[in-house]
């Protein structure tokens, strides 16, 4: 037998005509259809919406499941266009899960693909953005995306299809239907081209994002030396010459972060920490990775959880103690120095003579001998006098 297809319908026309298509190549590819409709109980027709899809199941001889989203799911903060997508998502695989369907069908086309490239084109989006809609994604399929909407009305037309009108889709209020209608549809009126070239555009950017991603692996097989699991160094007069993209996404990459959709205040807060900071300064990020600023590398490491490590201090030099780096500098002095300074420790050298120095965490019941005291002082009764 083939596969099974699960078709996201709605009962607008794309998803009508899409399940159309299918219900008339059956016999020649002998695959099993299941329409799953999600209502999300946001309009006042949705329940009619709802009733058309389970209606054209009956009349076509295609199973049907629905499942109902809970409004009140809703963040406040969350947009309810992305809300409804993220749920859509979720409950359409649920439908996939029962039914053991194989894929899940949606009948986005070439004239919203054309739509949201030009969207994220206003948003400012990277290289990844414009990719746009993938025409595979887990295990979803958009099939159509090779035809415009154009080529939909027409064949809609040609069979006499029936679907619903979804009132929401003419509010220009809403970004993307500003631009459905008062940027694309006129602009193809002008020029039926214009979809092509958006995503022939797509298409030169893809390649170009390929490029990128062939030449971060490539460096990051080269140049980063990784010193356990989490942690690695970079050194800089080696990543100094590269682009600076790349070098964001090498760093990305350290963080294994790199199938991770970064938004803009990410690439620009990274961005500005490698121009801006200097030896010592330390860039954490909300995956729990940091990227510290040694002398001659970049150090990245993750929070670690344990507090019983001890390190032993490399004399002369930096030795990177969880997330802090451990700096040993030798000078000379006759006289006795006061120091005022919380980040540094003046210690006589000839007592740790041709001996280890291991720094590890504080534990309880930890002493020492303040200067100009003869008897013992607990750490923990020292920082709270």
């Known amino acids: ?14 998803s009508v005509v899409l399940t159309h298509i299918l219900l008339n190549i059956l016999d020649q590819f002998n695959y099993q259809l299941t329409l799953a409709h999600v209502n999300h109980g946001l309009r006042e027709n949705a329940d009619g919406d709802m009733n058309f899809v389970q209606n054209l199941s009956q009349k076509w001889n295609i199973p049907c499941e629905v499942i109902y989203l809970d409004p009140q799911t809703k963040n406040s903060n969350e947009s309810v266009e992305s809300w409804a997508r993220k749920y859509r998502y979720d409950a359409l695989e649920k439908i ?10 949606t009948a986005h086309h070439k004239t919203d693909q054309a739509e949201t490239i030009l969207m994220r084109l206003a948003q400012g989006s990277g290289g990844k953005g414009f990719r746009g809609i993938h025409t595979k994604a887990g295990l979803v399929r958009r099939p159509l995306l090779f035809f415009t909407k154009q080529e939909l009305i027409d064949y809609a037309q040609q069979y006499t299809l029936t679907f619903v009108e979804d009132e929401t889709n003419s509010d220009i209020s809403k ?22 070239g958006i995503i022939r555009t797509r298409s030169h950017i893809t390649e170009l994002v390929e490029a990128v991603t062939f030449t971060v692996d490539y460096f990051y097989k080269r140049l980063i030396k990784f010193n356990s699991e989490e942690e690695r160094t970079l050194l800089k007069n080696q990543m100094n010459h590269l682009p600076v993209h790349i070098q964001l996404e090498l760093l990305k990459k350290c963080m294994d972060l790199g199938k991770v959709q970064w938004r803009k205040h990410n690439w620009y807060s990274i961005k500005t920490f490698l121009e801006n900071s200097k030896t010592g300064d330390e860039f954490s990020s909300d995956s729990g990775w940091h990227i510290l600023n040694n002398r001659k590398e970049w150090v990245i490491f993750k929070n670690k959880t344990k507090t019983n490590e001890i390190y032993e201090i490399i004399p002369d030099g930096n030795t990177l103690c969880g997330k802090y780096m451990f ?32 720094l590890r965490h504080w534990k309880k019941g930890d002493r020492f001998q303040p200067l100009g005291m003869s008897g013992w002082k607990k750490v923990s009764d020292f920082l709270i006098d």
């Not at 037998?1 to 794309?14: E, K, P, R, Y």
């Not at 002008?190 to 979809?195: I, L, P, R, S």
């Not at 040993?328 to 041709?354: C, H, K, M, P, Y």
Request: aromatic share 8%; charged share 25%; net charge neutral.
């Open 1 to 14: 037998a083939g596969s099974h297809l699960v078709i996201a319908i709605s009962g607008g026309m794309d």
């Open 96 to 105: 996939r899960m029962k039914t053991r369907g194989d894929f899940i069908l």
């Open 175 to 196: 970004p993307r239907n500003f631009i459905r209608h008062n940027i694309l549809a006129p602009w193809i009126r002008q020029d039926n081209h214009v979809e092509k």
């Open 327 to 358: 700096n040993w500098e030798w000078i000379s002095t006759s006289s006795e120095v006061i120091n005022e300074n919380r980040n540094s420790e003046f210690i006589d050298g000839e007592v740790i003579q041709n001996k280890k120095l291991l």
